[in-house]
């Protein structure tokens, strides 16, 4: 058989496996719009305090916080006596939709070529039917930003709900450019470069970025002043709201003497700019809040960053800029883990930062950094129905999420996890081979 041929049937076979996963995945019940009355829960409203009382949702929003509310014709009741309501969570730093499988290339849709390409939109190529999706929502996440990673400019984030036909449905409104500021020193424990060629490295990349800022900065210049007005370039458009102030510059950065070169780099410039990672900002929490930057931090579930730090620095890394003053928001940096951001917020909360602080910080924080405040991230009248109800404290893992709500939809409690579960709790024994 000739190789390309080869190729050819290797390259079917993986995506007909694909389809099979897919269908074997898919969720059999469907979520359901309409009115709903939960009465009798014990409400956190974030912004709000805690209340006792009834919620309800109506053309999928929060239509009424109170005691004793009269069910509108047709609501559908719940029963959430002895229950918990809380705001749907958001982790604003994944690539959920982005990755069906990490280790299979063909399925990984976030890093494409080049190294300055902001014009790249992650939510083109967000998977509305990724299987990890319906796993993540069930945990009580109802919203991500989901985030292309790679060269100097990978791409821009957007925020999604995860529920929705088309990424578009899902689209909340809010994006984010992302610069990965250059890193000194070893990217890791196999880098094997010469302190020489590292450093010649880091400064190419530094010129390589202030030189691309500088032509974005001019051609902004330009367009605004009227000149410009017909000429198309995709880098340096994509910039625009950047410099317009409707869209933040998320930078990634994590070692300490990177963030202060990042805190130095942004200096005088007059754009929202959000700090993400921020692994040792513990290190310099007073000089990142005195530059006023928010920060999105995570995983908080991962090993420090030096071997000879202390075991729990990334857990109590949070509460330590929050300390110092920093508006901090959690997030799990996951492409299929992302349930996992309550666990993260949880360690976070045992390590210094508090439940109700680290409740903050999956819920109106992530909002407020996202501009996305006035309809997530707490539960409030007018406000979108994102939403869920747990039987206690959803940082615990042995408690459950009984109902999820998007958008105010009812979201069927179903997933991959879910159908496996069931299957092997229901095996038969096995085929017996004959001797």
Partial sequence: MKPIFSKIIL????????????????????????????????????????????LLIEDG???????????PEGATIIDAINKRIY???????????????????????FNERGSLIPYVQALTAINPNSIPIAVTRVSGVTTVLSSPSGGLFPG??????????????????????????????????????????RDEEYRENIKKLNDFWDEADRYYQLKTSGHLKDQKNPPLDAMLPVFEN?????????RAPDILEVLKWAEGKEIRI???????????ANEIAESGHPVITGPVLQTPSRAYDRYDRPYANASKMKEAGVKVAIRTNE???????????????????????ALKSITIVP????????????????????LFISNGDPFEPRVQIEQVFISGWKIPMENRHTQLYEQFLERSPGIQLNE
């Fill in 11 to 54: 390259i079917a076979l993986f995506f007909a496996s694909l389809i099979n996963y897919s269908a074997m995945g898919q969720i059999i019940q469907a979520p359901v719009y309409g009115t709903f009355l939960i009465q009798g829960g014990t409400l956190y409203t974030i912004t709000q305090g805690v209340i006792e009382g009834d």
């Fill in 61 to 71: 929003r929060i239509a009424a916080i109170g005691s004793n509310l009269e069910p």
């Fill in 274 to 284: 959000v700090l993400t990672g921020v692994a040792e900002g513990w290190r310099v």
């Fill in 246 to 254: 409707t869209v933040p510059l998320l930078i990634e950065v994590n």
């Fill in 335 to 357: 492409m299929e883990n992302v349930r996992n951001l309550p666990f993260n917020a949880g360690y976070a909360a045992a390590y210094g930062l508090g439940k109700e602080e």
């Fill in 156 to 197: 821009t984030a957007a925020a999604i709900n995860l529920i929705g036909y088309t990424p578009y449905q899902m689209y909340d409104g809010a994006k984010g450019v992302v610069l990965n500021f250059p890193r000194s020193g070893k990217t890791g424990r196999w880098d094997r470069r010469s302190m020489e060629k």
């Fill in 87 to 109: 705001p749907g969570f958001i982790d604003a730093g994944t690539q959920l939709g982005l990755s069906e499988i990490s280790s299979v290339p063909l399925t990984r849709d």
């Fill in 367 to 386: 909002a407020q950094i996202l501009g996305i405040d006035d309809r997530l991230g707490s539960l409030e009248i007018g406000k979108t129905a994102n």
